[in-house]
């Protein structure tokens, strides 16, 4: 029998509200439990309330709660015991758009996902970002650099989704997520980080 790849690995995944991308996201989330992960899933107050033409708030949920078998983390109450606790071994967001991004590289503590990822990054683990944004290359170029370079923060690798009408625009490579997440918890990051 081959051996699972994330048996016993307790991995938080958090969702925000980049919705053109679930559609790839969730068939990631589905591998993670496929591979023997214990997946806790985590959303921001966007995922949690906003329907879209890519599907309503509530099919997304119930989706998530189907997927993983557990309650929805989605509140900043319920996301502050991660540090404590020490739930998790491994935080995925993905996707992650470039308000969390910014909210992430300059301390803002204001949504479910935010705290996670500080109440887990106090126990010094690793946490895995999958950009996705519009604004990678513009104004939030700032934000991704300083993620880049700090403890124990990961990157799926990224690429420019569309380089001629959305120059400043990176998504990550959600095909890659899971060896992002193989090397993040040997302290590694992936590479090559930026793709063609």
């Not at 104004?139 to 700090?150: D, E, F, W």
Request: charged share 20%; proline share 6%; with cysteine.
């Amino acid at each position: 029998m081959i051996p699972l790849l994330l048996e016993g690995i307790k991995i938080g995944f958090a969702l925000t509200g980049s919705f053109c991308t679930f559609a790839k996201v969730f068939p990631e989330i589905e591998k993670l439990v496929s591979e023997g992960a214990d997946v806790y899933p985590i959303i921001s107050d966007s995922v949690d309330k906003t329907d879209t033409r890519y599907g309503s708030a509530t099919e997304w949920k119930n989706r998530l709660k189907v997927i993983t078998g557990k309650d929805i983390i989605s509140t900043i109450v319920a996301a502050e015991p991660i540090g404590p606790k020490g739930l998790l071994d491994i935080l995925v967001v993905a996707p992650c758009t470039g308000n969390t991004l910014a909210k992430l590289a300059n301390a803002i503590n204001d949504t479910p996902v935010t705290m996670a990822v500080k109440a887990h990054l106090r126990n010094q683990k690793p946490v895995v970002i999958a950009v996705s944004t519009n604004d990678a290359l513009g104004n939030n170029a700032k934000n991704l650099g300083v993620l880049m370079n700090s403890k124990n923060v990961y990157f799926v690798p990224f690429e420019q989704d569309d380089p001629d009408s959305k120059v400043n625009s990176l998504v990550a490579r959600m095909d890659l997520l899971i060896p992002a997440v193989l090397e993040a918890l040997q302290g590694k990051q992936i590479q090559p980080l930026l793709m063609k």
